[in-house]
C-alpha cells in the first residue's frame, strides 16, 4: 500500500495494543481479509458445552472447557494477525470463567463465539473501509 502503518492506524484510530503491526500489513498484503462465514460449528461445540454446564451444574463444564481450548484454538488459528489477538484475549477470559463453578453456567461459550464473530466481522469492514478510504486520498492527491 502507498501510506504507511502510522496513517492507517490512526485512520482507524488503533493504539497500543489494538494497533497493526508491520507483520499485520504485510499478512494484508499477501492475503486481504475477508468476510468470514458464521462459526457454525463452533457455536453448535459451544452450545453443547454451556448446556452440560446448566445440567451438571457446572461439574461437567471443567472438563470440556478443557477440550473446548482446543476447538477454539483451532478456530483462531485460521484468523488474520490483528483479528487473532484480539479474538484470543476475550477468549482467555472465557476460558478461565469456564474453571469458576457456578458461574460457569453462564453460556459464557456461546456468547463469546456470537460476540467474537460480530467483532471480526467489525474489525474487517473498519480496515477494509479505511483502506479503500485512503487509496481514494492519495488518488485525488496525485491527480
Known sequence: YPFGLSELNNELGWE????LT????????VNPPKR??????????????????IISFGVLGIFVNI????????YLFGKVGFIKKVLY??????FILGFIPIINMIPEWSFFVVR??????????????TIESLIKKLAK???
Open 16 to 19: 497500543g495494543d489494538e494497533a
Open 22 to 29: 508491520e507483520d499485520d500489513i504485510e499478512e494484508i498484503k
Open 36 to 53: 468470514p462465514s458464521f462459526p457454525i460449528l463452533v457455536l453448535l461445540f459451544a452450545l453443547v458445552k454451556d448446556f452440560s454446564d
Open 67 to 74: 477440550l473446548g481450548w482446543f476447538v477454539i484454538r483451532i
Open 89 to 94: 484475549r476475550r477468549f482467555v477470559f472465557t
Open 116 to 129: 467474537g464473530y460480530s467483532s471480526e466481522i467489525k474489525k474487517i469492514d473498519q480496515v477494509l473501509e
Open 141 to 143: 492527491a496525485g491527480a
